[in-house]
């Protein structure tokens, strides 16, 4: 169990920090700390869990690590959710509107923006995930394979940039 949950960290924290980023921004742009603690919260938890999945998949081979279009379908799904739970949970919390008043349309529109979301999970994701597998997998045998595919798609990169 510990193997499988040492292969989810990058992509939780690639997850949760995105959603403690939406909570700065709300800051800076002058809502309460209030707010934007909620707001970061009701993001960071439910991205983090998405990101942590999606880290579990390309750990497992199931989604193929560097393929946009897969990682793309994942979030088209995971990241409206995750927006209507945060939304959901900031509205309880605060004690607004708890659903969106068009809820199709809100969800309609964060598939849109999913894309963006998506690009750069998988840009940072990228970048994260072998740093991490590298200090794990001398304890975790997946972490090893998962480590030694993306040193193998790192070789096969640059025999082709040659």
């Not at 992509?11 to 939406?22: D, F, N, P, R, Y």
């Not at 983090?48 to 579990?56: H, Q, R, T």
């Not at 659903?99 to 529109?109: Q, T």
Request: glycine letters at 14%; a positive charge; zero cysteines.
């Amino acid at each position: 169990m510990r193997d499988r949950l040492e292969l989810a960290v990058p992509g939780a924290v690639v997850g949760a920090v995105g959603g403690l980023v939406a909570g700065v921004l709300a800051a800076v742009v002058g809502q309460p700390y209030a707010w934007a603690a909620t707001v970061s919260l009701g993001l960071a938890v439910p991205l983090g869990v998405f990101g942590g999945v999606l880290g579990l998949l390309l750990g497992s081979g199931r989604v193929r690590m560097g393929v946009f279009a897969p990682v793309a379908l994942f979030w088209l799904v995971g990241f409206p959710l995750a927006r209507l739970v945060g939304e959901v949970f900031t509205g309880a919390v605060l004690g607004g509107r708890v659903l969106p008043d068009d809820v199709v349309g809100f969800l309609a529109y964060q598939g849109i923006v999913s894309f963006g979301w998506s690009l750069g999970f998988l840009w940072l994701h990228e970048r994260i995930a072998p740093h991490w597998l590298d200090r794990v997998r001398s304890g975790n045998p997946l972490a090893q394979r998962w480590f030694e595919r993306y040193a193998a798609h790192a070789r096969v990169l640059r025999a082709a940039r040659r």
